[in-house]
């Protein structure tokens, strides 16, 4: 399948994150395609990653959740917020930083707004490895998400036939407009 048989949806949604990452509407990082068959390594470190990252750095927090968060009106009750920092010691705040910025970037930035300045300060600048193509990804065998930073991924559709899985142990965002599975 090329960009071609795309839906105007699936190029949209494609064309718009890739904006956000700064890429042409149709570019991608790597052909899917060269690889289908084979167990692969997604990561921003290079020498653990079977495909080159594109790593795009970011200056804050607030630049992150534009990047790869959720809307901030969504539900979030499924978001593990932190203790509010006029609660805590400072070891308290040391070990809540990473939960505040998972819960910035996925939840609502304004429960745990007293954090921000802590987080760019100790966080940021940060990278994201971002890996893209404008052809839909077919995942035949186990793929592995890892790394020192968070991965990113966009595609216009996700299609995961047997064998197929993603193991990912890094923070990991995936934007498609459709995800399916054949058998």
Not at 18 to 29: A, I, M, P, R, W
Not at 109 to 125: C, G, R, S, T, W
Request: glycine content about 4%.
């Amino acid at each position: 399948m090329s960009n071609n048989d795309l839906t105007d949806e699936q190029k949209t949604n494609y064309a718009a994150v890739n904006k956000k990452f700064g890429l042409d509407d149709v570019e991608s990082t790597y052909q899917p395609q060269e690889y289908t068959g084979k167990s692969l390594t997604f990561s921003a470190d290079p020498a653990q990653s079977d495909i080159p990252p594109r790593l795009i750095t970011v200056q804050s927090i607030a630049d992150l959740k534009a990047l790869i968060g959720n809307a901030a009106d969504r539900d979030d009750t499924d978001i593990d917020y932190p203790a509010e920092i006029s609660h805590c010691s400072e070891d308290q705040i040391k070990t809540n930083l990473p939960k505040a910025a998972r819960a910035y970037v996925l939840g609502k930035p304004e429960k745990v707004k007293d954090y921000e300045p802590l987080i760019n300060a100790q966080m940021f600048p940060m990278s994201v490895a971002y890996f893209a193509a404008a052809t839909p990804y077919i995942i035949d065998q186990p793929v592995v998400v890892t790394g020192p930073v968070p991965v990113a991924w966009n595609y216009p559709d996700i299609i995961f036939k047997s064998g197929g899985a993603i193991n990912a142990d890094v923070d990991f965002t995936i934007n498609c407009t459709t995800m399916s599975k054949e058998s």
